[in-house]
């Protein structure tokens, strides 16, 4: 790859064309990935970005490229703009990259496309962004002896001096404003508004999850109108703590979420939604969470915080820890039950709280077995963003397993002692339940084992008709035993 300051302008009408990066050839923004790859694995370390800030977007860029290896290898593209870029390679124009982003970056991204002539970006001669761009391209091109392709209201200070206007629009009231400024501009990508996208970053399918702060109340039933409101509104503050925490997660694991065979079409992965959108649907999520809490007792939302807490530890740092990452998610289970338990102001089972914690252990071990399990079958031996090992398969079946019985011991247990009779007027009925549970979690291990549960045991239960059908056999068991 040739510099681009060592480009010679020729007599032959070959106009380089000038490719703008974040937004335009990538669909994220190379900068806002550094800082989240930073935060991810830095957590500790944040104070120090405002800090290099201060000193200018151009010292911040290349403190944060010193200690963030960004994979571009999955960074996803624009095809219409690399199709562009093919076109002008086939005519024997040079294609240039001109980015804010930090030199080294780009060069980088340049290495994976190929057929890149040269290269601008920011260095320690400054920011290269809007003016200061424009004044580097002439330096190099000349005025009006280039064409350029960006996305945004700072490359109105570029496209003055381009030849030809290209572009790629993100809402329909900037390519108004383009073409009124300039009409024979050409926009090659328009994004449509949607709401899709954004459902889906907030995962409404896992709210089901929130569902077991209910539980306290039917196990204990107490179905009084005061206890069914405050139930229903613990269980939409967990659904907005919830969405905003895998909001969060979702953009802390990006360059995870790209390897995996599924998770890549996820919102922020496939760049379906601009990072700075994520990081401010969380935070709304989360207030207003928090926010709705406070009509509940004070216990629910001390709960509810530890809930979030706990989301975010597991986010930042207990993902990568090797089997407490499977505790700590099987303990996330269990705080929506404690929830349940403090906003219907009701005493606590140690009962529900051992089986709770056993089965969502069960549940989470599952979970990963279900990941290695495909990235097996895909011929991949280590799990990007975790502790574990496919060979790890021999050991965490059998932990699951264990889990899983465990939980169904417990049961049994329950349904042997002196408590159960004061809620059952025939309890022996309901030990029609223990071999339905032991049928269930034995099922899971073994289509996890055999590839065919989807790798979130939560999304397999909600489309699975026999777990459907066993919920209703044992609700029945529940209404005959009352």
């Not at 320690?124 to 000349?142: D, I, P, V, Y």
């Amino acid at each position: 790859m040739t510099s681009s300051v060592a480009y010679e302008k020729t007599a032959v009408d070959l106009f380089p064309l000038v490719v703008d990066v974040d937004g335009t050839l990538v669909k994220t923004d190379l900068l806002h990935e550094t800082v989240l790859q930073f935060v991810a694995h830095h957590p500790f370390q944040l104070w120090r970005i405002p800090l290099w800030l201060i000193g200018g977007k151009s010292r911040l860029k290349r403190a944060l490229s010193d200690r963030v290896n960004l994979d571009l290898s999955t960074i996803p593209l624009r095809e219409e703009t690399l199709a562009l870029m093919k076109a002008a390679k086939a005519e024997g124009r040079p294609v240039f990259l001109a980015s804010a982003s930090e030199e080294g970056l780009v060069r980088k991204l340049a290495d994976r496309i190929h057929g890149i002539d040269g290269v601008f970006g920011t260095d320690e001669a400054g920011n290269l962004a809007g003016a200061e761009k424009s004044k580097r391209l002439n330096a190099t091109f000349g005025e009006g002896r280039y064409d350029y392709v960006g996305d945004r209201q700072i490359d109105f200070a570029v496209w003055p001096s381009a030849r030809r206007v290209f572009a790629v629009s993100h809402s329909p009231r900037f390519s108004d404003r383009l073409r009124q400024s300039y009409p024979d501009a050409t926009i090659i990508a328009e994004g449509k508004i949607s709401a899709e996208p954004y459902l889906r970053a907030l995962r409404l399918h896992q709210w089901a999850k929130n569902a077991l702060v209910f539980l306290s109340m039917i196990v204990g039933h107490h179905f009084e109108a005061e206890t069914i409101q405050a139930t229903v509104l613990a269980f939409f503050c967990f659904c907005f703590a919830a969405s905003g925490a895998y909001i969060t997660n979702d953009l802390l694991d990006l360059p995870a979420d790209r390897d995996h065979h599924r998770k890549h079409t996820r919102p922020f992965a496939a760049g379906d939604i601009p990072i700075a959108h994520g990081v401010t649907l969380s935070l709304l999520l989360l207030l207003s969470s928090l926010t709705a809490s406070l009509l509940l007792p004070n216990r629910f939302t001390a709960i509810l915080l530890l809930y979030v807490a706990c989301t975010f530890a597991y986010s930042f740092v207990l993902k990568r820890r090797l089997l407490i990452d499977v505790v700590a998610l099987g303990g996330l289970y269990t705080i929506r039950v404690l929830g349940g338990i403090a906003a219907a102001a009701s005493t606590y089972s140690p009962w529900l709280l051992m089986f709770c914690l056993l089965l969502f252990l069960s549940l989470a071990i599952v979970k990963r077995c279900s990941e290695l399990v495909a990235r097996r079958n895909l011929g991949k031996a280590a799990s990007l963003g975790r502790s574990y090992r496919v060979e790890d398969l021999n050991i965490l079946l059998p932990l699951g397993a264990a889990a899983g019985y465990g939980a169904a011991l417990v049961v049994m247990l329950y349904l042997s002692s002196p408590e159960v009779r004061v809620l059952y007027a025939h309890p022996t009925r309901m030990w029609l339940i223990c071999p339905l549970v032991l049928y269930w979690i034995s099922r899971m291990l073994m289509l996890s084992n055999r590839g065919e549960l989807h790798d979130d045991p939560v999304v397999f239960a909600l489309m699975d008709r026999t777990t459907w059908f066993m919920g209703v056999i044992a609700a029945g068991i529940i209404a005959v035993s009352i």
